[in-house]
Nanobody, 123 residues
Framework: QVQLTESGGGLVQSGGSLRLSCAAS????????MGWFRQAPGKEREFVAT????????DYADSVKGRFTISRDNAKNTVYLQMNSLKPEETAVYYCAARLYGLALSKDDYNYWGQGTQVTVSS
């Protein structure tokens, strides 16, 4: 099993940037496909981005393409989410997640989750 801990959330103005980190422990990080999701109050948890084990392939929700970048450092057991040009409607708790097989866009396909980090974008 893998344990995940997110950090880097906070308050940022509209148009600003944040970089989230997710540190993994307990198992071999490089064997996991990683994803980022977010959940706003009263809404379903939604897919944001995902990255393959070696970082060679990524996929994004259409709403964040061109503004967010997912990356990973297997030597540091960490996955990142660089978020630029943030919008108020992207205020949410951001979660990282892990799964053992290929890229997946559904939250139901991920087995392990962090506790989340709050991102608040002010207008």
């Amino acid at each position: 099993q893998v344990q995940l801990t997110e950090s880097g959330g906070g308050l940022v103005q509209s148009g600003g940037s944040l970089r989230l980190s997710c540190a993994a422990s307990g198992d071999t990080f490089s064997t996991y496909v990683m994803g980022w999701f977010r959940q706003a109050p009263g809404k379903e948890r939604e897919f944001v981005a995902t990255i393959t084990r070696n970082g060679g392939r990524t996929d994004y929700a259409d709403s964040v393409k061109g503004r967010f970048t997912i990356s990973r450092d297997n030597a540091k057991n960490t996955v990142y989410l660089q978020m630029n040009s943030l919008k108020p409607e992207e205020t949410a708790v951001y979660y990282c997640a892990a799964r053992l097989y290929g890229l997946a866009l559904s939250k139901d396909d991920y087995n392990y989750w962090g506790q989340g980090t709050q991102v608040t974008v002010s207008s």
